[in-house]
């Protein structure tokens, strides 16, 4: 079976380390987990291997966090994947910092990157990881807020719950979506 990871970001020195970025952080980590390194390819830095028998193919795209749609229509077409064998990686303002949900499908939730997903698939039924980045900000600050890097308290703890999202993630390919959601959330 193949499964597609998708993690979310936007490229560019001055995004690195931003909570937008966290899904391109959690990509990275996986990297490891699946032996595997990223080349540039269409729309993509793209990188497949193994877990557990599973075929993982990973893609960080290039059209910016509320582009993205148009990269993951192209991999999935291209290596001909279900919807069900997707996951979308992304940050979330409305869960506490560091807070992980798995969800099997929903709305966007005002994630203009699920937005452009939706749009590009005409589809919310795929699995989606929302990494908590918490909302402190003024009200009109959501998009200087989320381009922000984490605090140094935040910083501390990032690298234990990118290992825990990571590993979640590859639970999802591994067990399923329902399984991996009633051990993780």
């Known amino acids: 079976m193949k499964y597609l990871i ?37 729309h993509a830095f793209y990188a497949k291997g193994k877990f557990k028998g599973k075929n993982i193919h990973l893609i960080k795209p290039l059209n910016y966090v509320n582009n993205s749609g148009k990269a993951v229509k192209y991999w999935i077409n291209k290596l001909k994947i279900p919807i069900k064998n997707i996951l979308v990686i992304i940050d979330d303002i409305s869960l506490p910092f560091a807070k992980i949900r798995l969800k099997n499908k929903g709305s966007d939730g005002g994630h203009n990157g699920l937005k452009s997903i939706n749009h590009s698939l005409n589809s919310s039924n795929y699995a989606r990881l929302r990494f908590g980045v918490g909302n402190n900000f003024r009200p009109g600050y959501q998009s200087k807020y989320v381009l922000e890097s984490f605090s140094n308290d935040e910083q501390k703890e990032l690298p234990i719950n990118i290992e825990l999202a990571s590993d979640i993630s590859l639970n999802f390919c591994h067990l399923g979506v329902e399984r991996t959601m009633n051990e993780f959330n």
């Open 6 to 42: 998708i993690g979310l970001g936007n490229i560019g020195k001055e995004y690195e380390n931003t909570r937008h970025n966290i899904g391109f952080e959690i990509a990275d980590n996986l990297l490891n987990k699946i032996d595997s390194k990223f080349e540039l390819d269409k």
